[in-house]
């Protein structure tokens, strides 16, 4: 009986141990989904409803995608940087993005010259950008392909886009010339509602091999997808209507914006993540303008801002008569003077830069006074070409457009100046990683590595009183 009993308990405190460790590995998958609930909701408990906005939106649910992000590069033929930062290339990362496309292909572009005949050059370089175009041209006749572009003159070439529809491809042309007086010169794609890319480099295959680009790819991220699908929705809708809705359809709207990001693991990282928009016009409720997000993340910097664009003017560029618009150069100033921040621009020079640019550089530059803890830096970054090189037209520039500060990672679209947030169509992808306790490298400290190995290398050159341009670039 004794005996009996025990065999009986022993099978028994086996069945049950293994009863037992099911029900830990539950609890604890359960603990671990609260926990991780915890982590990515935002403080609203329904008992103290958080103060409702002024547009009626809270954030949804939090993403439950764990999203990858990936820095991608193009790195113009022939430059060396003595430096291990090294990111994969712009070429590389569209190719993967077609490869993992299913069902859906959105793209939002500036221009399409993707092939020597576009450019009527003979460059063995252009060869990546012709690869991008024939696997675009397959993919339009299996999937969903969709291109939201700028509306095209007529001296620009047409061949590419009228290839992809051919193919299969829907095409849109958005005439923001006449909607806003600007230009779309938006980059990104939507893959799948699932992946995303956005960042500096055009559709052309100059933007591959000859001029230098910075962007992140983020996959297996429907969350910030769908956002970012919102505004290619609003492009899509601007080439069919023809005229901005005033204000836009709620499918437009958005709950993620500088005030409430959307909050999701990238990299295993706890991050908030929201998409800007420009020009305000295409902004739907609770976008918050890309403008805005530009002075915000300056005003949030506690010990830096590393600024890497094309170009810089505390102008309207484009408008007549001229007019002088100081938004951004007035909160740097204000970051280096009231708060002690340390500010470094990269800017580009190239034959095409205009030479006014150099003037208000200068004026930026000259806010600099050791004694003082003032520290504006300008350096200009020059990409050499040999003479075959010189003749490839529009290429050979560092055409980057983003901003890290001690918190924040910012890739955006846009030139810097004031056209390009009051009527030209762009947008970027804002991370802040503050909060992160992970090992893994916060995409804030990689685009940091990069903006040093740019600024260190010998492509640039100190911008000060003296600097002769002439001697520069
Ligand atoms: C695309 O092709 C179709 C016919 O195949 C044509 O009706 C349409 O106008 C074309 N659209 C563009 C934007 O080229
Ligand atoms: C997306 O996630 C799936 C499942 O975890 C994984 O198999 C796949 O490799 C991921 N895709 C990319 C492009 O990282
Ligand atoms: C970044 O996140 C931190 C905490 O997670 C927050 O305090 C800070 O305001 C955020 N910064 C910006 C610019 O959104
Ligand atoms: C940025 O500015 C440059 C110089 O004004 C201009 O050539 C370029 O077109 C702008 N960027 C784009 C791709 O529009
Ligand atoms: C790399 O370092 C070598 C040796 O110091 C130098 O000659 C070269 O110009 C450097 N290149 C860059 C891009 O900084």
């Given at each position: 009986?004794?005996?009996?009993?025990?065999?009986?308990?022993?099978?028994?405190?086996?069945?049950?141990?293994?009863?037992?460790?099911?029900?830990?590995?539950?609890?604890?998958?359960?603990?671990?989904?609260?926990?991780?609930?915890?982590?990515?909701?935002?403080?609203?408990?329904?008992?103290?409803?958080?103060?409702?906005?002024?547009?009626?939106?809270?954030?949804?649910?939090?993403?439950?995608?764990?999203?990858?992000?990936?820095?991608?590069?193009?790195?113009?033929?022939?430059?060396?940087?003595?430096?291990?930062?090294?990111?994969?290339?712009?070429?590389?990362?569209?190719?993967?993005?077609?490869?993992?496309?299913?069902?859906?292909?959105?793209?939002?572009?500036?221009?399409?010259?993707?092939?020597?005949?576009?450019?009527?050059?003979?460059?063995?370089?252009?060869?990546?950008?012709?690869?991008?175009?024939?696997?675009?041209?397959?993919?339009?006749?299996?999937?969903?392909?969709?291109?939201?572009?700028?509306?095209?003159?007529?001296?620009?070439?047409?061949?590419?886009?009228?290839?992809?529809?051919?193919?299969?491809?829907?095409?849109?042309?958005?005439?923001?010339?006449?909607?806003?007086?600007?230009?779309?010169?938006?980059?990104?794609?939507v893959v799948d509602k699932k992946h995303v890319y956005i960042g500096s480099a055009n559709m052309d295959w100059r933007s591959l091999t000859q001029v230098k680009e910075l962007a992140a790819v983020v996959y297996n991220c429907s969350s910030l997808a769908a956002d970012l699908g919102k505004i290619f929705e609003a492009y899509w809708f601007l080439g069919e209507s023809q005229s901005i809705p005033s204000p836009w359809p709620a499918s437009f709207s958005t709950f993620y914006n500088k005030d409430t990001p959307l909050q999701l693991l990238l990299n295993n990282t706890p991050s908030s993540v929201?998409?800007?928009?420009?020009?305000?016009?295409?902004?739907?409720?609770?976008?918050?303008?890309?403008?805005?997000?530009?002075?915000?993340?300056?005003?949030?910097?506690?010990?830096?801002?590393?600024i890497a664009v094309m170009n810089y003017l505390p102008t309207m560029e484009f408008s007549h008569p001229k007019r002088y618009w100081a938004d951004i150069d007035t909160q740097l100033r204000r970051a280096a003077y009231e708060k002690k921040v340390e500010v470094r621009l990269l800017i580009s020079c190239w034959n095409s830069t205009p030479p006014v640019m150099f003037s208000f550089l200068k004026s930026l530059a000259s806010v600099y006074d050791p004694k003082h803890n003032l520290d504006i830096q300008v350096r200009l970054f020059v990409v050499p070409a040999s003479p075959k090189q010189k003749e490839i037209p529009f290429a050979r520039v560092n055409h980057n457009k983003y901003m890290v500060t001690d918190k924040i990672a910012y890739i955006g679209t846009s030139n810097w100046s004031g056209d390009y947030f009051a009527n030209t169509a762009g947008s970027a992808l804002v991370v802040n990683q503050t909060a992160s306790q992970s090992l893994e490298p916060t995409v804030q400290s990689q685009l940091k590595a990069v903006f040093e190995r740019d600024w260190s290398s010998d492509y640039s050159t100190p911008l000060t009183q003296l600097t002769n341009l002439k001697d520069v670039c």
């Amino acid at each position: 009986m004794h005996v009996e009993w025990r065999r009986r308990d022993n099978r028994q405190i086996h069945l049950y141990s293994r009863y037992v460790m099911a029900l830990a590995t539950v609890t604890t998958v359960l603990l671990a989904a609260m926990a991780l609930y915890n982590l990515l909701t935002p403080r609203v408990s329904s008992s103290h409803p958080a103060p409702s906005s002024s547009l009626h939106l809270s954030p949804a649910e939090s993403c439950s995608d764990s999203c990858r992000i990936v820095l991608v590069e193009s790195i113009p033929e022939g430059l060396e940087f003595n430096s291990s930062t090294t990111h994969p290339s712009i070429f590389q990362s569209w190719l993967s993005l077609m490869a993992e496309a299913r069902s859906s292909l959105n793209i939002a572009s500036f221009y399409w010259t993707l092939t020597n005949q576009d450019t009527g050059t003979h460059e063995p370089t252009a060869y990546q950008g012709e690869t991008i175009l024939t696997k675009l041209a397959e993919l339009s006749g299996t999937l969903s392909v969709r291109i939201a572009v700028n509306t095209p003159q007529d001296s620009q070439p047409q061949r590419d886009l009228t290839l992809l529809n051919h193919s299969g491809a829907d095409i849109r042309t958005v005439n923001m010339r006449q909607l806003t007086s600007g230009v779309l010169h938006t980059k990104f794609w939507v893959v799948d509602k699932k992946h995303v890319y956005i960042g500096s480099a055009n559709m052309d295959w100059r933007s591959l091999t000859q001029v230098k680009e910075l962007a992140a790819v983020v996959y297996n991220c429907s969350s910030l997808a769908a956002d970012l699908g919102k505004i290619f929705e609003a492009y899509w809708f601007l080439g069919e209507s023809q005229s901005i809705p005033s204000p836009w359809p709620a499918s437009f709207s958005t709950f993620y914006n500088k005030d409430t990001p959307l909050q999701l693991l990238l990299n295993n990282t706890p991050s908030s993540v929201y998409l800007s928009s420009s020009p305000p016009s295409v902004c739907a409720a609770g976008r918050t303008p890309d403008l805005q997000s530009i002075l915000s993340v300056i005003e949030d910097a506690q010990s830096f801002i590393y600024i890497a664009v094309m170009n810089y003017l505390p102008t309207m560029e484009f408008s007549h008569p001229k007019r002088y618009w100081a938004d951004i150069d007035t909160q740097l100033r204000r970051a280096a003077y009231e708060k002690k921040v340390e500010v470094r621009l990269l800017i580009s020079c190239w034959n095409s830069t205009p030479p006014v640019m150099f003037s208000f550089l200068k004026s930026l530059a000259s806010v600099y006074d050791p004694k003082h803890n003032l520290d504006i830096q300008v350096r200009l970054f020059v990409v050499p070409a040999s003479p075959k090189q010189k003749e490839i037209p529009f290429a050979r520039v560092n055409h980057n457009k983003y901003m890290v500060t001690d918190k924040i990672a910012y890739i955006g679209t846009s030139n810097w100046s004031g056209d390009y947030f009051a009527n030209t169509a762009g947008s970027a992808l804002v991370v802040n990683q503050t909060a992160s306790q992970s090992l893994e490298p916060t995409v804030q400290s990689q685009l940091k590595a990069v903006f040093e190995r740019d600024w260190s290398s010998d492509y640039s050159t100190p911008l000060t009183q003296l600097t002769n341009l002439k001697d520069v670039c």
